[in-house]
Nanobody, 125 residues
Framework: QVQLVESGGGLVQAGGSLRLSCAAS????????MAWFRQAPGKEREFVAA????????YYTDSLKGRFTISRNNAKNTVYLQMTSLKPEDTAVYYC??????????????????WGQGTQVTVSS
């Protein structure tokens, strides 16, 4: 079992920055990748970014590349999402996810086995 706890969400003005954290505990040593997804009200959950744990290769949804950066701290079993130049359309609940194995794509939510409870990010205009 893997437990994921997100933190760092909040209210920020457009143009501002936030850094989200996802602390993992449990059997994290055998994970393939960790990722961030987000879900806005009335919309489907969408992929934001992922990091492969074998070599730290990163994956991003094209529309967010350049503004969002995923990284990790192995010693702390923590994955981060640095978000800059935030826009009101970035408002969503942000979820951390863990994939036990590589199953063909890091971009799809159904590839991930464990999820955090989510952290709210609200960007005001």
């Amino acid at each position: 079992q893997v437990q994921l706890v997100e933190s760092g969400g909040g209210l920020v003005q457009a143009g501002g920055s936030l850094r989200l954290s996802c602390a993992a505990s449990g059997r994290t040593f055998s994970s393939a990748a960790m990722a961030w997804f987000r879900q806005a009200p009335g919309k489907e959950r969408e992929f934001v970014a992922a990091i492969r744990l074998t070599d730290s290769r990163t994956y991003y949804t094209d529309s967010l590349k350049g503004r969002f950066t995923i990284s990790r701290n192995n010693a702390k079993n923590t994955v981060y999402l640095q978000m800059t130049s935030l826009k009101p359309e970035d408002t969503a609940v942000y979820y951390c996810a863990d994939a036990r194995y590589y199953s063909g794509s890091y971009y799809k939510a159904d590839q991930y086995d464990y999820w955090g409870q989510g952290t709210q990010v609200t960007v005001s205009s």
